[in-house]
């Protein structure tokens, strides 16, 4: 699936008015970065992807592929006519995911939104809602992957949930590093300066949550 991350960037950017100078220099990274974001060249730590979200007054939510690719293999399906099947034995089998999406967000893994972001860090949305402060996502983290450049920290509004599905996740929130196998899960509080990094040997796979202001 092909992630027109900086197609979108450079949408919301300029209906905020912003010059692309301006936008680098209120995100403090160069304008040549931000260019490059912008035409694909390049791709965002999660910081800095959190501080173009916050400058722009936008949800992280908002900077997805607002209409992924569909698998061909996989037929959309009216929801009337669930109804009347009994071919049905997943649920995500149900329904495009666009269908009744203000109610119910059923999504099939090949229609999922992504976010590739710097040094092999990924992100999966599980499920679109009308709640703009909300992210469920499933994320990826490379060996040696971090959410943030040269050991800096990121904060923002609300609260941050995760549970590690395979790979050994180091969490460090504040003054305090925990590191996470699988099976381990927390929660916290997101205005506390934290940072994501895969200390391991294979990828990190875990399910998000995260709850607040612009998530």
Known sequence: MMDNLGSR???IRLKAGLTLRELA???????SFVSQ??????QPSVA????????????????????PALDPGVPAVHPEEVLNRGDVTNPSEAWHPSE??????????????RLNMA???????LAATPERDVNFMKI????????????????????????VIAGELQVTIGDEAFTLHAGESLGFDSSIPH??????????????????AHA
């Open 119 to 125: 040094a092999g860090v990924n992100w999966e949305r």
């Open 9 to 11: 960037l450079k949408d």
């Open 195 to 212: 940072s994501l990094k895969n200390t391991g040997s294979i990828d990190v796979q875990g399910i998000w949550f995260v709850h607040g």
């Open 140 to 163: 990826v983290y490379a060996p040696g992957a971090t959410s943030t450049d040269e050991g800096d920290t990121v904060s923002h509004a609300g609260y941050e949930y995760g549970y």
């Open 100 to 113: 009744y999406a203000n109610r119910v967000s059923v999504v099939h893994p090949s229609h999922r939104s």
């Open 37 to 42: 974001i912008e035409n694909g060249k390049s």
């Open 48 to 67: 800095t992807l959190y501080a173009f979200a916050q400058l722009l007054n936008v949800s992280v939510d908002d900077l997805f592929e607002s209409k």
């Open 25 to 31: 220099r209120q995100v403090d990274v160069s304008p």
